[in-house]
C-alpha cells in the first residue's frame, strides 16, 4: 500500500554495488549449479515470479536467479561465490511476510531455503528441537504435539510460514501476551554472514552470559545480517483446557481496565479486541452468530487456561467486578472447544471478510496504556479529511499492537485510493512517533516501511545499525535495500 | 581465582590508547568538576580504593578518580570529555560482580551512578517502571511490592546490586527456569554511548520489529558500549503461596527425570540442586535441621505456585509417581511460610558456608541434558589429579548453571592452591567446549574471564562483537579491557 522508497542518496563508503539482473552471466550461472546441482538453479519466468514476491503485493519481482541449497555447506559456497562477484542474497522462506522483506525486485539471486527442512534432535529434558530453516510453523506446532508439547507462537500463515522467516522477522501472533514472539523460542542458531562463515549462537543454553548475545541481534534483522541455517527452538507445556470469554466494553478506556483487571488474577493467553464495525462485517458475511445482543463500540476476547473449576470462578468473579464497574456491559464465556473456536472465529476471521474492500492496512504498536489515546487521534483525523472512510481496528491489544484497516469506499478507484492512504500513512506514523510507539509491530521493515524507519528509531540508531550489519556482511549483499539502505 | 589475563598483542588500528594514571592532569580534573561540581569528583585513596572494586577481590584497585554524575546530561558530558581526551571510563553500579567486569585497575574514571536511584513513572496497565541505574535491585523489588505486582529477578546482593548493573551483565538468579534472566524484564533503556549520543532504545514497547533490537546488545554488554542511564522495568503478577519441595535422588540421571515429570505438569518457579557434602557443611555451620533422615548422593529442591488444594494435589502424585519409579528415596514439603524459608536456606546458604574454605568458584552452563555427563568429567579429571580437593556443587540445574565449588584443603597454602585452581579451570573450561556450555553462565566475562572466552566463542564471533563494540564506541574508552581487548 506505501510507495516503494528510493534508496538514500548517500550510500556508505564501504558498499560495493550489487550486480543488475543483465550480469548474471553464464559463468555465475554455471558456479551456482556446479554447488548445487543442474535443477535446482531456476531462471524460467514462472519460478522468478513465484519466488520473488511475498504477499506484500506491490512490489514486481524480478530476481536474476532462484537457488536451492540443500546444506549448510551450499549455503556457504553460494555465499562466498555471490561475495566475490558482488551479487546480492535475498533469503527466502515462506514468503508469507507482509512488508517485502523477502521480494527480489533488483536482480537479486533468491535463496529459497525449502529444502532444508529437517526436524529432529528432540531432547526432552531440555525441550528443544532442531529444525532446518525451511521447517513449516504447522509442521514444528505438530512435531511439538506428538512429544505431548507445544510450540505457542501461532498467527494466521502458520500454514506456509517457515522457522527461518519467522526468526528473520520476530514474528509474534495471537499468544505474545503470554508466550512472547519467536525470540523467546530461540534457544540456538546458526547463521551464514555475509562472508560465508558459520557462526553457532547460543547453543541451546538457557544462561549465557559470555559476551554479546549476537543471537538477539539477527532474529530480526530480516536476513540483512546473514542467512538462518539452522535453528533450536524452545518448546512448552500444553496449555490445559483453553476457555475463551468475549466481553461488549464500552470504549478503549474501560478495556484497558478490564486488561489490567484481569492481569492481575490471571494468567491470559490473549487479549485480542475488535470493534462493532468489524462485528458487524464478520457476522454478515461468515456463518457465524453475535456473542450476545447488547452492541457496544468494541469487544475483547480474552483466553485463559482452565484446569480446574477454580479457575473459571475465579474469571466469574472479576466478570462480575468488571459489569459493576460498568466496564463491561454483557459477556459470553465458552463452554466447549468448540464455542471456543467460534468465538476465536469473530476476530480471527475479520482480515479475511474485508478483504473484499480492498484495505489499507498498518501494523503499529505503542505502550498499552496509550492505545486509547493513540486510536482517538488516528480516528480524528482521518475523519476530519476523509468522512467516507470505514476504518476497522483490531488487534492484539493486550501488547499494544493494533491493526488499522482503512475500507475503501465503493466510488473511489484503487489508484486515488492508494494515494490518499500515503497521506493518511504519515498522519498514522507521525502520530505513533508522537506516542513513542512502533511503525513496525511485528511485520518487520522490509521495503515497505523503509522510509518511515526515521519514526521509529532515530538516526543515531541507524547508523548503528549500518555499522552492525557491514560487521556482518561487509560486501552488503545479504538482502541488501531491505530495512534502510547503506 | 584465574589470572588476569595480558592483554592480546594486536590491537585494532581503529582503537587509541587510553590515558594512564599519571596524565589525568588537573586541566581534565578541573574539567570534570565543572561538570558534576567540586566535591563530586573524588580521588582520596579511600575512594579510590572503594568504588575501584567489584566483589572480585582479586585485582588491585588503581583508578584516576570516581565521578558521581546525576543527571543523564552530566553522563554525556563526561562521555564526551573522556572522549576527547582518551580516558577510559569504567561504568559503576553497585559492584557486586564476580567477574571484575566493574573493576578500574588501570587509571580509569570511575563513573559511579548510585545518585541517579530516581524511581517512578508506574503505568499499571503496562505494569512497567522507569529506574535510574542507580537503583538497587532490591528498592525495586520493594517498589513493586507497594503496587501489588513483584519483580522476579532475586539474587543473594539483591541488597546492593544496582539495576544499570543487573542490565550490564544480564544479571539471573534462583527464578531464571520461570521467570527469566533481567534480559526478560527490561521493556526499555537508554544508553548513553561511546561519543555521547543518547539512545532511546525499545521505549517500553512490547512489539516493536522496527530493525535490529540494540536493546538485546547493550544487556549483558557489560558496559563496553556505553553506559545505560535509565531502564524502564517490567513488573509481573506476584506469586501466589509458593510451596517448597526438597527431594533426595540418588544420581544426576534421577534428577533429571525428576525435573523432566515435574516441568510436564506444574509451572515450577525454581528448580535447584546441592550435593550431600553441600548439606553437610550447611547443616553443621548454620542453625538448619537435614530435611530428612535418608541420606542420598543430591538434593533437589522445587518451588511453586499453589493456588489452590489442587496444585498441592498434582505435586503430591508427581512425588509419589518419582518415587515409585525410583528416582527419588525421600522428600518433604513446606507447609508454611516459614518452613518453606528454612527449606530455602538449606541451598541459600551454601555459598556462606564454605567461605572460611577460601573456595576456588566457577559458574558455567551447558544444556540442561548434559549436566549429568559434565558434572561427571569434571569430578574425574579433578579426583584424579587432585584427590584431596573437596568438590561442593550446587546450582540452578532447571537451566543448566550449575556453580563448581572446590575447598581448600587445609593442609594447602592459597598461592599453591590458586595455582592448582588454575590448571583446574583449563580442563573445566575444555569440557564446557566439549559439551558447546558457557564459560559464563550468569557472572559475565569482565577481567576474570576474558582469556577464556574462547572456549565458548569462536573467533569470527569475537571479531563480530569488537567490530560491534567500535560501532558504539569508535573511541575505545567504554570499559576497555572488559570481556576481550580490542
Redesign the interface.
Known sequence: MLPYAPPESAPCEKYRRIRPVAQLDSEILAALKDIVGEERVLTDPESLQYYGRDWTRFYEPAPSAVVLPGTIEEVQALVRLAASSSLAIVPSGGRTGLSAGAVAVNGELVMALDRMNNIGDF??????VRCGPGVVTEQLQQFAEQQ?LYYPVDFASAGSSQIGGNIA??A?GIK??RHG?T??WVAGLKLV?GTG?L???N????????????R??V???EGTLGVVVEATMRLD?PPRDLAVMVLGVPDMTAI?RV??AF???I?LSAFEFFSELALQKVVAHQALQRPFETITEYYALLEFEQ??A?AMERAMALFAHCVEQGWVYDGTVSQSVAQAENLWRLREDISETITPWTPYKNDI?????RVPEFLAEVEAVVNENYPDFEIIWFG?IG???VHLNILKPESLDIDAFREQCGEVSRWVFEIVQRH??????????GLL?KAY?HY???P???G??K??K???DPHGIMNPGK??DL
Open positions: 531432547d526432552p529434558v531440555d525441550r528443544t505431548g522477522t520476530n509474534g505474545v501476551i514472539m525470540r523467546d554472514t562463515e557462526l553457532d549462537l547453543r541451546g543454553l538457557i544462561k549465557n552470559n559470555a559476551g554479546y548475545d549476537l538477539h541481534l532474529i530480526g534483522a507445556r484497558m486488561l489490567a492481569q492481575g488474577e494468567e484446569p480446574d477454580a504498536s505503542t505502550t498499552i496504556s492484539h501488547d499494544g499492537n513513542g510507539g512502533s511503525v513496525s509491530a511485528e511485520h518487520g521493515v516501511k524507519l521509529s528509531r532515530d543515531a540508531e541507524i548503528i545499525m555499522q552492525i557491514l560487521a556482518f530495512i534502510f
